[in-house]
């Protein structure tokens, strides 16, 4: 039986958003998965299939340095001497690289390193052009680390279709980038019209330790009746509470966040909230069923390290009473302005989004790079390009100049 490793040593919702690949490589062996211990317990119940290793990456801990030494060691070896017959090392970082040293460089695909040097996959090489020019985006992170395997699973089959499960609405309080979540009074705005719509639902309220000064200034913005209806779960749960309490939930209304992309994986239907540097093309919630109130401002998405120097415009939408009539089920005769409605959908590419409301300028480059893109995979075969400078945003020279991962180059 062939073995397969993912080295994913990011966070929360990128253990969630490597999904499809592990599903891929599921179907043709037994797969494991490495990732910081503190989200193990997670890994499992995301990706029941495999076997999980854990390591220090997130902090020393307990011990400090010579501890997390000791425990990466030992974990190192025994991935070591398994004899992978491919590892997929998703993150570049240095203990992402040093981890690929571990492997002969010709199963490691992603980031690994040659020589001593790093070195990028083509793939990876052409997604770090195409985040140049992020409103063309033309795969979600789910669809991109799939694709670093050949042929992955139909997205289809990645999450299951969401749909209400009667046990009300869910709202994650905030994300771990402040700009890319709602302030609470536009949060509790958003719930009060929620709520109304949904004709006083039960509401549960998700977050982290951190956050629970954040929930209780959020309750007392609050009316009566939406308190008495909600039971406050931040910093209160594990990740085995977590997912029991997502499920079965009628929506979750959320920013860009980890939790975001667990309701997602378990079919529970997410209302998100993006903005700032959020862009639902690339990390919007996967699968049917979804939908993405995405802000639209000539300078989104931005840097999140990058002061803001015009007020966080992009969050005017957010407080329009067109947006929150629409929340409530009372749309009227004008739509938000700068904000696009939009709901999920699947192609034979993978994930992308409809928009229902609002004008995507940008849509047609990016349809037709995401058509480049499903050619160079070869899941058909394009016509030709109507603006051939579509091209440069994915090839390079360098890319015919390095072999592929295996190959020895010539030179």
Not at 223 to 246: F, H, I, K, Q, Y
Not at 295 to 309: H, N, V
Request: charged residues 20%; contains cysteine; aromatic residues 8%.
């Amino acid at each position: 039986m062939q073995q397969y490793l993912v080295i994913q040593l990011a966070r929360f919702g990128d253990i969630v958003q490597t999904r499809r690949l592990v599903l891929t490589l599921a179907r043709r062996g037994a797969v494991h998965l490495c990732v910081d211990r503190t989200l193990a317990s997670l890994a499992r119940l995301v990706h029941p299939e495999v076997v999980v290793h854990e390591v220090v990456a997130h902090g020393a801990g307990e011990g400090g340095g010579a501890a997390m030494l000791a425990v990466n060691a030992r974990v190192f070896e025994t991935l070591r001497q398994a004899g992978f017959d491919e590892v997929y090392n998703l993150n570049h970082s240095g203990l992402n690289l040093a981890m690929s040293a571990l492997f002969p460089s010709a199963v490691v695909r992603g980031h690994r390193l040659v020589d001593g040097q790093p070195v990028r996959d083509r793939w990876v090489r052409m997604a770090f052009r195409w985040t140049t020019w992020r409103r063309l985006a033309p795969l979600n992170l789910v669809d991109f680390w799939a694709s670093l395997a050949a042929d992955p699973v139909p997205p289809g089959e990645v999450n299951p279709v969401a749909v209400r499960g009667g046990g009300g609405i869910g709202v994650v309080l905030a994300g771990r980038a402040s700009r890319r979540s709602l302030p609470p009074d536009v949060l509790a705005a958003c719930l009060r019209a929620v709520f109304e719509g949904m004709g006083g639902a039960r509401v549960v309220l998700f977050g982290s330790q951190a956050e629970r000064p954040l929930a209780r200034q959020f309750m007392r913005m609050l009316p009566g009746n939406v308190v008495e209806r909600t039971e406050d779960l931040v910093g209160r749960t594990d990740w085995a509470g977590l997912v029991d309490a997502l499920c079965g939930l009628d929506t979750v209304l959320t920013p860009d966040t980890g939790t975001m992309h667990l309701a997602a994986r378990f079919g529970v239907p997410v209302q998100a909230f993006f903005l700032s540097s959020a862009w639902c093309h690339e990390t919007g919630p996967y699968g049917l069923g979804h939908k993405v109130w995405q802000a639209e401002c000539e300078c989104l998405p931005c840097l999140e390290t990058a002061p803001c120097t015009i007020g966080v415009r992009c969050l005017d939408a957010f407080r329009d009473t067109a947006f929150l009539r629409l929340l409530a089920g009372r749309p009227g005769d004008m739509f938000p302005r700068g904000m696009m409605g939009m709901v999920s959908t699947l192609d034979t590419v993978g994930a992308t989004w409809l928009t229902v409301f609002g004008e995507d300028v940008h849509a047609p480059r990016r349809v037709a790079l995401r058509e480049l893109v499903g050619e160079y995979l070869g899941l058909f075969v394009g016509e030709g390009l109507a603006d051939a400078s579509l091209t440069e945003l994915l090839y390079a020279e360098q890319d015919w100049m390095l072999p592929p991962p295996g190959q020895v180059s010539p030179c």
